[in-house]
């Protein structure tokens, strides 16, 4: 079912070892159900992620900021390198049928814009409780096959719109 999904995971770029292990437990989840992982590709929320998916067997798919594809972290396969600084955080919400948000800060909350406005299905992972247009969830494997099942049926009229 989920070969071809393709679920961003997005949050701090420094983050306490709580929410590195959850989002290595969320990147596991991914890993587990065959889609694939994809990230700003450098280092907290984004390097345990996509250490937890490839220790599954799972790919990973980095979008950097960068000129320079070998600055992403160990765990990424596939590493794109734009140039675009923080506005790459685009191309990762626009690659994405789906994205799993953690603990982050205004780049975190600018993926969430940007998934909301492309019409990509959200879902916090005890984070963002104050937000009210996406879904929440408190545990990893909850959250992605929440987000899976969403990135099935995403809302009528709101795909790259």
């Not at 345990?48 to 992403?72: F, K, M, Q, V, W």
């Not at 685009?90 to 975190?108: C, F, K």
Request: with cysteine; hydrophobic share 45%.
């Amino acid at each position: 079912m989920a070969a071809d999904k393709t679920v961003a995971v997005i949050g701090a770029g420094r983050a306490s070892e709580a929410v590195t292990e959850l989002a290595r437990a969320v990147g596991r989840e991914i890993g587990r159900r065959s889609a694939i992982l994809v990230c700003g590709g450098l280092t907290g929320v984004m390097e345990a992620a996509a250490r937890g998916a490839r220790e599954t067997g799972g790919h990973t798919l980095g979008i950097l900021p960068n000129y320079d594809r070998t600055s992403a972290n160990p765990h990424i396969e596939f590493a794109i390198a734009t140039g675009m600084g923080e506005a790459r955080n685009v191309v990762v919400i626009a690659t994405a049928d789906a994205v799993i948000a953690l603990e982050g800060a205004g780049g975190t909350l600018a993926e969430i814009g940007f998934a909301l406005k492309l019409g990509r299905p959200v879902v916090a992972v005890r984070a963002w409780q104050n937000l009210s247009n996406i879904e929440h969830s408190n545990e990893p494997a909850e959250a992605v096959e929440l987000a899976l099942r969403l990135a099935n049926n995403p809302p009528a009229g709101t795909k790259d719109g």
